[in-house]
């Protein structure tokens, strides 16, 4: 087996891993992840899947399989035990996040479309990133550090290297370590507040 496959396998084996970490802590009440955060990346999870087959990225188009439908998966247990509140703020992001979808699929530029997909993934970040500074024990840095670090082992099973190809992967590995960075941060401000 190439050296490639195996780092995708890695890359692979690491999001089944921060998944089923994810799906526990749910399950087991830990972490209640924000469900319009799920939603929007469902719908560009798999647009951004579809996009690397065209693409021709080749098997690491893998790895944002996997992401995909854990994604649709957490998002279904975010409606069963997740974090459905929102607010204003919250609304706007989800608009944000799909008006940019349709203006990305509008896009004819993939350039454009790359940048606007890292948008989106912010957009739908924000909710969790404000949930999360208030109530970071609510979610789990673990599964987002895990995360944030498998797109690095699938980079040397592309076929084709590109701002285009390595764009929303390299934001999507600097995103979830700052979120999951930030997530550590609270908690341990928190407990130094509490000592006090």
Request: charged residues 10%; glycine residues 4%.
């Amino acid at each position: 087996m190439p050296f490639a496959k195996i780092l995708l396998f890695l890359a692979v084996g690491s999001n089944l891993t921060s998944t089923l970490i994810y799906l526990y802590s749910i399950a087991a009440n830990k972490v209640k992840p924000h469900s319009f955060t799920f939603l929007v990346w469902s719908i560009i999870l798999g647009i951004n899947f579809s996009a690397q087959i065209v693409s021709g990225v080749g098997i690491a188009a893998t790895l944002l399989a996997t992401n995909f439908f854990a994604c649709i998966i957490i998002f279904l247990a975010c409606l069963a035990k997740g974090h459905t509140e929102h607010d204003k703020k919250d609304i706007i992001c989800l608009v944000l996040g799909i008006l940019s979808i349709i203006l990305w699929l509008l896009t004819k530029h993939p350039i454009y479309s790359v940048t606007l997909s890292c948008f989106i993934d912010l957009f739908a970040f924000i909710p969790s990133f404000r949930k999360s500074f208030n109530k970071p024990h609510e979610d789990s840095a673990l599964a987002y550090y895990i995360s944030g670090f498998e797109y690095i082992f699938s980079f040397p099973s592309y076929s084709s290297f590109s701002l285009v190809s390595l764009m929303y992967p390299v934001w999507v590995t600097f995103i979830d370590i700052s979120y999951a960075s930030m997530i550590s941060n609270r908690r341990r401000q928190l407990r130094i507040a509490k000592s006090f």
